[in-house]
């Protein structure tokens, strides 16, 4: 059987705790959520951490205690959102990488994110990409419309492929404002990806999840799953709980005769190991 990598993204920017109490939003809730993800079959963590009210923050002390609290009960590699939320600003986004996660995430442009504008001018991504390379911090590159599957092969050319040599990408799907969360969507960027890129992933945000997923696994995809994506498990019923995602997700890998991969095999396959 081929490895599957399930990555899971727990929390996101964009949701209320109010609206939505099961979502992790404390280093002990995260710490948690980590370890019931690990036991499900989860093998990397992209974290956007909250502050003591809740609200996003790329505060530097909290970056440092989620992370130190998700290695504590975990072994999952731990990625962190530099893309945080639509109001953060670049000069906080790329100080993120002081917080020493495994893996960070660069999204490769800027994209209508419903009302807002997700922010990534392409001096940003330059910038954060070489200093990823310094600190021998492995990118998931971010792929949320099919001109960033171009842009990344501009930025590959221009710079080099990480150390480890390996390139790893996240298309993220279904954002109002982005491409759209199907098969076609996903075909056309698959098949537009560098020759550089050596695995790939896909996430469906909302509704989209189930097609996303399928057409990953189709094609020989990694799958991300978590509430920062999707808030029901089906029509009208909330997700009980992150795990429950990574379950699901692990089920759709059994029938694609796939197994979740381990930390250590995620580690390999972003050139960390
Ligand atoms: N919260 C979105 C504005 C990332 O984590 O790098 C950006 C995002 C992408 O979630
Ligand atoms: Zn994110």
Excluded at 118 to 135: C, G, H, S, T
Excluded at 172 to 183: D, E, L, S
Aim: net charge negative.
């Amino acid at each position: 059987m081929d490895e599957l990598l399930i990555t899971v993204a727990p929390t996101g920017a964009e949701t209320a705790k109010a609206d939505c109490p099961q979502l992790p939003t404390t280093p002990e809730e995260v710490a948690r959520t980590a370890a019931d993800c690990e036991a499900a079959g989860a093998a990397m963590i992209h974290i956007h951490v909250r502050d003591t009210a809740h609200q996003p923050t790329l505060d530097q002390g909290l970056l440092r205690e989620w992370v130190a609290a998700v290695r504590e009960s975990s072994s999952l590699v731990v990625q962190l959102s530099t893309g945080g939320s639509v109001h953060d600003p670049l000069d906080e986004r790329l100080k993120v990488l002081d917080a020493e996660p495994d893996s960070c995430s660069l999204t490769m442009g800027t994209t209508n994110f419903g009302d807002d504008v997700f922010l990534n001018p392409w001096p940003f991504v330059k910038d954060l990409y070489q200093l990823a390379l310094e600190r021998g911090v492995a990118p998931e590159f971010e792929l949320f419309d099919l001109g960033q599957v171009h842009a990344l092969g501009r930025l590959i050319r221009q710079y080099g492929v990480p150390a480890g040599g390996k390139v790893h990408v996240d298309f993220v799907m279904g954002v109002p404002g982005g491409m759209p969360g199907t098969a076609p969507a996903l075909v056309a960027g698959v098949a537009t990806l560098p020759p550089e890129v050596t695995s790939w992933s896909a996430t469906g945000i909302g509704r989209s999840t189930l097609s996303v997923a399928m057409a990953s696994l189709s094609m020989g995809g990694h799958l991300r799953v978590g509430m920062e994506d999707v808030l029901t498990i089906s029509r009208g019923v909330p997700v009980e709980s992150n795990a429950q995602l990574v379950e699901r997700a692990v089920e759709l890998g059994r029938i694609a005769q796939r197994t979740p991969m381990t930390p250590a095999q995620c580690r390999e396959l972003l050139g960390l190991a």
